[in-house]
């Protein structure tokens, strides 16, 4: 069981929006940076979202971030074929002191 | 460029230890903190371990503590991952990956990924 919680899956047709949660508690999100990762199979995974929301250079502005309390989200807006992945967040956790992910959500295009 | 690459990942009995290497190249290695994440199959990712960019500092996943260690040498810009008493469950895709900011590491924000060692841990 993932310390950040996220739904295994998610899915929607090209050109519409995804949105992926992630929920935390006081002593992860709450206190600290959220992070978003991209990851195809065979791959390394790609950072997506550092910060809580900011993009590293080269990542497309259809990817944006929020958080909110103990809660955050990705959105991935006008969803393209090539974006058929697993995404996962991630924070700091003051309580265990060590870094924790959400179990992933599959992103599928239908 | 900018890169990490793994390398001593392999077949090895329950109970047995294996050592990882990470090496690093294409950026001042000393002035970043350097993560350790595993994948096993058909799981997730999982952080394993940290060290700080001048390795004096060093945090576990509570089911490794006790048995694996993280060490540096930033004069090879090396990262080594001391796996010992391996179980079943450590089998899985080991990353190591950099901490995106300088003279950090409580991000979570990791910009340099490499591709990945495979462990596994069968009788």
């Known amino acids: 069981q993932s310390v950040l919680t996220q739904p295994p899956s998610a899915s929607e047709t090209p050109g519409q929006r995804v949105t992926i949660s992630c929920s935390g508690s006081g002593s992860n999100i709450a206190s600290n940076a959220v992070n978003w990762y991209q990851h195809l199979p065979g791959t390394a995974p790609k950072l997506l979202i550092y910060?809580?929301?900011r993009r590293p250079s080269g990542v497309p502005d259809r990817f944006s971030a929020s958080t909110s309390g103990t809660s955050a989200s990705l959105v991935i807006s006008g969803l393209q074929s090539e974006d058929e992945a697993d995404y996962y967040c991630?924070?700091?956790?003051?309580?265990?002191?060590?870094?924790?992910f959400g179990g992933g959500t599959k992103v599928t295009v239908l | 460029q900018v890169q990490l690459e793994e390398s001593g990942g392999g077949v090895v009995q329950p109970g047995g230890s294996l050592r990882l290497t990470c090496a690093a190249s294409g950026f001042t290695f000393s002035d970043h903190a350097i993560h350790w994440v595993r994948q096993a199959p058909g799981k997730g990712l999982e952080w394993v371990a940290l060290i700080w960019y001048d390795g004096s500092d060093k945090y576990y996943v509570g089911p490794v503590r006790g048995r694996f260690t993280i060490s540096r040498d930033n004069a090879k810009n090396k990262v080594y991952l001391q796996m010992s008493s391996l179980t079943l469950e450590d089998t899985a895709l080991y990353y190591c990956?950099?901490?995106?900011?300088?003279?950090?590491?409580?991000?979570?924000?990791?910009?340099?990924w490499g591709h990945g060692t495979l462990v596994t841990v069968s009788s």
């Open positions: 991630a924070s700091w956790d003051d309580s265990l002191t060590h870094v924790v």
């Open positions: 910060g809580n929301n």
């Open positions: 990956a950099r901490d995106r900011s300088e003279h950090g590491g409580f991000g979570g924000a990791f910009d340099v």
